[in-house]
């Protein structure tokens, strides 16, 4: 059964800062693994998704790499604004399911 | 416009009652999901349908069925509702290796 892991759980930073959020998965057969970000009462917003025979992938401020040998994720969200303050969720796609971390949540203080 | 569409947004019941959560998508996916986030907001499958044919059940009880009409429709009814059903529903699609498109959750309230 596939286990997915968010360190840290929580995150706060000065506006500017890059951010690093890392996520760790048990079973390394996977299609991809998707990063998603989730504002407080809203719905989920796809971020970057990487493809299981992808090393990286980029969008501006976002890059997100993975060692699916490894079996490691980690999102980099260069010079941090306040509105980035959200949880981010990683989510690996295996066997007709996504699997979700816990999620970090993310506070840029102005 | 909106690609996985969920309604109600907002659902207060009464326990004991019976209620339906209605998903559509507009993508051209031919895989369709329910996902529940708790109180501690995790996340967790709890059906995934394939060309309207049920691929996971995650061990949810028996009071909470999916019907899939066609493969961009999957609407959720629950039976006797309880107060622990009360939750953030998520439907979802995608196709077989792409990524997900999530809806915006139906929050449900049990009373």
């Known amino acids: 059964k596939q286990e997915v892991t968010q360190i840290p759980a929580a995150l706060s930073v000065p506006e500017g800062e890059n951010l690093v959020l890392n996520c760790s998965f048990t079973d390394s057969a996977i299609y991809n693994l998707q990063w998603f970000r989730q504002d407080p009462g809203k719905g989920l917003t796809s971020l970057l998704l990487i493809q299981s025979s992808q090393r990286e992938q980029t969008s501006g401020r976002l890059n997100a790499s993975l060692d699916k040998s490894s079996g490691r994720s980690t999102l980099y969200i260069a010079a941090s604004q306040p509105g980035d303050s959200a949880t981010y969720l990683c989510?690996?796609?295996?066997?007709?399911?996504?699997?979700f971390g816990a999620g970090t949540t993310v506070t840029v203080r102005a | 416009d909106t690609a996985v569409s969920q309604t109600p947004k907002y659902l207060v019941t009464q326990m004991g009652n019976d209620k339906s959560i209605k998903c559509e998508q507009n993508?051209?996916?031919?895989?369709m999901y329910w996902y529940k986030q708790d109180s501690k907001k995790f996340l967790k499958i709890m059906f995934s349908?394939?060309?309207?044919?049920?691929?996971i059940n995650e061990t949810v009880p028996n009071r909470f069925s999916p019907k899939s009409p066609d493969k961009a429709h999957l609407n959720l009814h629950i039976n006797s509702l309880e107060l622990g059903d009360s939750a953030v529903y998520f439907c979802?699609?995608?196709?077989?290796?792409?990524?997900?498109?999530f809806g915006s959750g139906t929050r449900l309230t049990v009373v």
């Open positions: 979802a699609s995608s196709r077989r290796t792409d990524g997900y498109t």
């Open positions: 349908y394939n060309n309207k044919e049920l691929i």
């Open positions: 993508l051209g996916h031919d895989t």
């Open positions: 989510a690996v796609h295996d066997d007709y399911k996504l699997s």
